[in-house]
Each structure stands twice: as structure tokens, then as C-alpha cells.
């Protein structure tokens, strides 16, 4: 860039949005002397992994994120951030006050069926699996049928899924559920990731170490002021929902948002374990998050714990967005949004990153990798020559 191109901008990019992506971006850009300047309409940097403490337990403010690759170069990443402790996430499901362990293994077998050996569990699925006759699951019910049987399917992911969607599995389309873990051993480890934990200093600390030296403006909503914050930047980094950017010009984009309930008891331990997913339709809240758990239950004070509860809710404009909804028509109407961001005078120097500006549900080192992409074809510091 030449010098007189960087005397039109005080910046050479404007990144909107303090989450994970935003904050990997602002510290690639930064590593390769760019000027940055990073703005969040919330109060607070770190997006939806923002954690803050409560008696002394540092709480998942926007529900639980446990980090976990396979990716070496964003696991080394992320450790020159933070030290991550060995925590496993090995949640607990609640049917009807009966208790079986996730992902579905050996244990969650032996609970419902007492079954001892992974011959007689499969046995056991296979027979459910041909009783139901499903050769063409036309829904999500039908897929999950087809995969793990009716028992499995009516007690563990039924009620479930329906809060999580607010709708009928009969009404979700099978591919929601395109496969389902099945292991046939005693095994309660969520995730087949090489490397999983929690920093323990929280997430809040971690993207506070990447933006370490940037410029931050929170309180500070992009929308309300557009033409003057593009103006400003060689470049806009748009983390935002991209149907927003374009004042919703073809219709709303569809989104599945969360309520949390957080409060505090008089109690050391509440559940004994971080995640209880509450599986009956009955119950209002889909998990109850133990904040304490993450960290072995060494946090704060001895007597006292800290729960969320988590109430999937239909989302609107005054809500924050957190699950896309990815049927068909939303798949085209994102389509459309992004062959608009190609085209349109007003996006020709924004780049729409991340899982708003995506429209899709990205895990944390899912995010980081599509942040490491997007800064090789910027051509700003490639993120193995920092490790």
C-alpha cells in the first residue's frame, strides 16, 4: 500500500465485532503492521465467549464453550493466549429424573437397556432400527429413527431437539441430524477432538491478550453510523448479520436465540457436573450449566455455586442471534445476501466474516481457522510463522 493511500484512512482496517474472529483478525492484522480498530455495540470484548466472575466462579455469560480441535496450528495458537486446564466435557442427560451420560456409549446403553456388551447394544438398535421400516426419511424424526432406533430417538433426543428448534421433529428436516455419534464403548468424552479445555483464566482474558495494543470503541453499534465508520478504513471486517448490513432488504434471515436464567445457591455442588441436558419435552429449559464444573469445582467460594438455566426461544430483532436456522429457504435467502455483499456499492470494501457475516454455526476453532483463511488471502501474517 502506498504511503499516500494510507494518508486517506486513519485505519487500514475497521473490524466489527470484539468476538473470537474479530479479535484473531485485529491481532493477525496488527502482527502485520496494520492500523486497527476494533468496535463492539455491547458493552464488553469477547462476543458470545464472554465470561465474567461471579463468587470468585467465572461464569460462561452466553452458555457453555468448551474449546476443542484436532487442528495443531490452532492449538498452538490459542495456548500462546491462555493455559487451558484438561477439563473433558462429559455432559448428562435427564429424562424423567433418569440419568444416562452423553454421547450415546456403552453407559447410556447399559442405563436404558442393560445391556453389557457392544454386541448385545447394537443388537438392540438394529432391531429397533428394522421395526420402524424407514428405508427414506422424509424429517428429522425419521432420520433419527433410522440411525439409533425409537428409544434412543423418544428419550434422549425427541423433546430435546423440539425445544432447541420450537417445533415438531416431524416439522425439522432430516438434515439437521445427518448422523449421530453411536460408540460402542464406555467412553463419556463428548468430543473426538485431539485437544479439548478451558482457559483458566477465562475467555473474557484470552481475547483480551489478542487485542492487546488495539484500538477498542464498545458501546459503539457499526448500523447507527455507517457512512462515517467505513469512511475511515481502508477496509471494514463485517461480523456482523449480514441480512442487518443490507438493512434486510430481501427479508429477515431466521435465528434460534437463547434466555438465561443465572443464579447463585447455597450450595458447594449443585449437580456434580457441568452440563445436565433436561431431555423431556415437559421441561421448559433444554441444559442447566454448573459454572463451577469447568475448572473441577475449585472456583470460589466452597459454599456457594453458580447455574444457568438455558430457554431456547424464537428470535427477533431484540434478541441476540445465535443458532441459524439451516433449511432451504434460509439457505437461499443467505444466497442472495451474499451475492449482494459482490455486488453492491456499499460493501465494496467490507469482507462479512464469522458466524453472523456467515450464517452459520461455527465451533470456536472452526471460527479461528476461517479467521486464519481469511488473513492469507488479505496477505497479512500467516499465523504458523507466529507460533
Given at each position: 500500500m502506498s504511503d499516500l493511500s494510507r494518508e486517506l484512512f486513519d485505519y487500514d482496517y475497521l473490524v466489527v465485532g470484539a468476538g473470537l474472529f474479530g479479535a484473531v483478525m485485529a491481532y493477525l492484522a496488527k502482527a502485520s503492521g496494520k492500523r486497527c480498530l476494533v468496535i463492539d455495540k455491547r458493552p464488553h470484548i469477547a462476543g458470545n465467549i464472554y465470561t465474567r466472575e461471579i463468587e470468585g466462579i467465572s461464569v460462561h455469560e452466553y452458555g457453555a464453550h468448551i474449546f476443542h480441535?484436532?487442528?495443531?496450528?490452532?492449538?498452538?495458537?490459542?495456548n500462546r493466549f491462555a493455559?487451558?486446564?484438561n477439563f473433558v466435557n462429559s455432559p448428562v442427560a435427564n429424562y424423567r429424573g433418569k440419568l444416562f451420560n452423553l454421547p450415546f456409549n456403552m453407559n447410556t446403553f447399559y442405563a436404558m437397556w442393560g445391556v453389557k456388551t457392544p454386541a448385545d447394544a447394537l443388537a438392540k438398535i438394529e432391531e429397533q432400527r428394522a421395526a420402524a421400516g424407514i428405508k427414506e426419511p422424509k424429517n428429522l424424526e425419521e432420520q433419527a429413527i433410522s440411525l439409533v432406533g425409537t428409544d434412543i430417538y423418544q428419550i434422549l433426543i425427541k423433546g430435546y431437539t423440539e425445544k432447541q428448534w420450537g417445533r415438531d421433529c416431524k416439522d425439522l428436516p432430516p438434515s439437521i441430524i445427518k448422523r449421530l455419534p453411536v460408540r460402542l464403548i464406555f467412553d463419556n468424552n463428548y468430543?473426538?477432538?485431539r485437544y479439548q479445555g478451558i482457559p483458566e483464566e477465562g475467555y473474557t482474558r484470552l481475547v483480551e491478550k489478542l487485542l492487546d495494543g488495539v484500538?477498542?470503541?464498545?458501546?459503539?453499534?457499526?448500523?447507527?453510523d455507517k457512512a462515517y465508520l467505513t469512511s475511515i478504513a481502508r477496509k471494514v471486517i463485517f461480523?456482523?448479520?449480514?441480512?442487518?448490513?443490507?438493512?434486510?432488504?430481501f427479508g429477515p434471515l431466521e435465528y434460534r436465540t437463547v434466555h438465561f436464567e443465572t443464579e447463585v445457591l447455597p450450595t458447594g455442588n449443585y449437580q456434580g457436573v457441568a452440563v445436565v441436558n433436561?431431555?423431556?419435552?415437559?421441561?421448559?429449559?433444554?441444559?442447566?450449566?454448573?459454572h463451577k464444573h469447568f475448572v473441577f469445582g475449585r472456583q470460589g467460594n466452597p459454599?456457594?455455586?453458580?447455574i444457568s438455566r438455558e430457554y431456547p426461544e424464537e428470535w427477533d430483532a431484540t434478541k441476540e442471534p445465535y443458532y441459524p436456522v439451516n433449511d432451504e429457504k434460509n439457505a437461499k435467502l443467505y444466497a442472495e445476501y451474499a451475492k449482494l455483499a459482490e455486488t453492491h456499492p456499499d460493501a465494496a470494501n467490507v469482507i462479512f466474516g464469522g458466524r453472523l457475516g456467515a450464517y452459520r454455526y461455527y465451533d470456536m476453532d472452526k471460527v479461528i481457522e476461517a479467521a486464519f483463511d481469511l488473513a492469507r488471502r488479505e496477505g497479512l501474517a500467516d499465523p504458523d510463522s507466529l507460533l
Open positions: 480441535t484436532s487442528n495443531d496450528t490452532v492449538w498452538k495458537f490459542v493455559s487451558f486446564n468430543f473426538n477432538a484500538e477498542i470503541r464498545l458501546n459503539t453499534d457499526f448500523l447507527l461480523t456482523g448479520a449480514i441480512d442487518a448490513f443490507f438493512n434486510g432488504c433436561y431431555t423431556e419435552r415437559e421441561v421448559p429449559y433444554t441444559r442447566i450449566i454448573e459454599d456457594k455455586t453458580v
